[in-house]
């Protein structure tokens, strides 16, 4: 039987490079290609792949995302594609995932392919890889502090005492009551720490803790206000209202 495959990453020069690789390799039935999260969410339950070529850093609905949609009855064989992202290598490599890092060559792929062609060979009855559940069930629990190093120092701040997250270039500031905390990561790597129960993304350069909403008011357009108990307003994309809306 051949290996039923398929490729999930938003940038398509990235699926052709996979693409190409996969071409030549006679045990391959590429079964489709996914542009973001909700495509693949849906391709998972037409074509049920029993391998995935996986991006983690997508908007609005990542590549852990879409695992954590699927539940545990229809996860394939994952080979994890990303860019430089501490988290989720380090993570991938707690639990003995494999994963490409972009920019990677034949040679690092050939070998990703027959590790993983093999784990399909092996999980043919349908059995879900345990390392895939402990990692999810990881990342449901959620960083409980998060290291913040500025000028020399390194401060421990509890992700339960942050109030909001904003964008701020290749950084992220950290408001906590009266402080605030400039972080380097990026917003799709600090949401992927923190716990999804109490943090939801509202914006494309904003994050809230759930437990600090007073009040949602109505704006433009589908568009909604956010007002803390601190007094605070913040911005709800109509995009990313849905997710607000599961955790509340």
């Known amino acids: 039987m051949k290996i039923r495959t398929l490729i999930v990453d938003d940038e398509p020069l990235a699926r052709q490079r996979l693409r190409n690789l996969l071409h030549a390799d006679p045990e391959i039935d590429m079964v489709g290609e996914c542009g973001n999260g909700q495509e693949a969410l849906a391709a998972l339950q037409h074509y049920h792949p029993d391998l995935m070529f996986l991006d983690v850093q997508m908007p609005v609905l990542d590549g852990f995302g879409v695992l954590e949609a699927l539940g545990e009855t229809s996860l394939p064989v994952i080979i994890f594609v990303t860019a430089h992202d501490r988290y989720a290598l380090k993570a991938f490599e707690v639990h003995a995932l494999d994963y490409l890092l ?39 629990r959620g960083a409980q502090r998060l290291m913040v190093k500025s000028a020399g120092r390194v401060t421990f701040v509890r992700t339960e005492d942050i109030d909001w997250i904003e964008a701020a270039g290749n950084y992220v500031r950290l408001h906590a009551g009266k402080e605030d905390h400039l972080h380097r990561e990026s917003m799709s790597g600090l949401e992927a720490k923190l716990d999804q129960k109490r943090f939801v993304r509202i914006h494309r350069s904003t994050i809230v803790n759930v437990e600090r909403i007073h009040e949602l008011q109505p704006a433009f357009h589908g568009d909604y206000i956010i007002i803390l108990h601190n007094g605070t307003e913040l911005a709800l994309s109509r995009n990313y209202r849905d997710n607000l809306k599961s955790v509340l």
């Open 102 to 140: 972009k920019p990677f060559d034949k040679s690092r792929f050939a070998d990703a392919l027959k590790r993983a062609k093999d784990q399909v060979k092996k999980d043919r009855n349908g059995a879900v890889d345990q390392r895939l559940l402990d990692l999810l069930q990881e990342r449901a």
